[in-house]
């Protein structure tokens, strides 16, 4: 149990179609991230955000984008589904941005575009 | 580009020794993390290293040569629960934490 909560855990939309899904950190914990895993893939880094300001972001286009707010929670959002975007979406945070700070996972939120 | 490689998937009998390996090539690097993850659960953290050698912790070692790139994860006393995909990742310089690359997995498998 890690204490990170994500919704949806299964989630199909249709093409074009745009989703929110949702994160709950652990208390205290001032950063989050954003991974895509593709099915036998390893996590790719979306973007992570620090106290409500994105402060790192991966390979993605601007149609994803997050928010964080002061409560621990966070949103993904995707915009304008493409079928690539089926995967699985983790969610992580930590207490602070330290190299050597631990990643807490969520479950994730399994996404099918059709 | 960033690039890593582990095996994709490896067979152990139940009692036995596995050694993981995972070779990096990034434009920077700040320590490398293990992660198991099980079918369809959340990753969880096993191990870090950022200095050379190697890191016990219980059944688990984590081992990291920084000149050759390459780290390897070993599991002793292999249990049928070990079961699950291991995720070598590295931290570049100057990201945090969070902006972690991860190779595609090993899945292992471990049978009776």
């Known amino acids: 149990e890690t204490g990170v909560t994500q919704s949806p855990t299964h989630l199909i939309k249709t093409r074009g179609q745009q989703v929110t899904l949702r994160c709950s950190s652990q208390?205290?914990?001032?950063?989050v991230s954003w991974y895509q895993q593709a099915l036998g893939q390893g996590p790719q880094f979306i973007f992570q955000y620090y106290r409500e300001e994105e402060n790192g972001r991966g390979n993605f286009p601007p149609r994803f984008s997050g928010l964080q707010f002061p409560n621990y929670s966070s949103e993904l959002n995707v915009n304008a589904l493409e079928l690539d975007d089926s995967a699985l979406y983790l969610c992580a945070s930590s207490l602070d941005q330290g190299k050597s700070e631990k990643l807490f996972f969520g479950s994730g939120t399994q996404l099918s575009v059709l | 580009g960033q690039n890593i490689d582990q095996p994709t998937e490896m067979t152990a009998t139940e009692g036995a020794i596995v050694q993981i390996n995972c070779t990096y090539q990034?434009?920077?690097?700040?320590?490398l993390f293990w992660y198991q993850q099980h079918a369809g659960e959340a990753p969880t953290f096993l191990s870090y290293n950022v200095l050379d050698g190697l890191e016990e912790k219980g059944r688990f070692s984590s081992f990291l040569s920084r000149s050759k790139g390459y780290s390897y994860l070993l599991l002793k006393e292999l249990q049928m629960k070990d079961s699950a995909s291991y995720l070598c990742a590295v931290i570049l310089g100057g990201g945090s934490q969070g902006n972690l690359i991860f190779g595609k997995g090993t899945k292992l498998s471990v049978k009776p």
């Open positions: 208390s205290g914990h001032n950063t």
């Open positions: 990034t434009s920077g690097f700040n320590g």
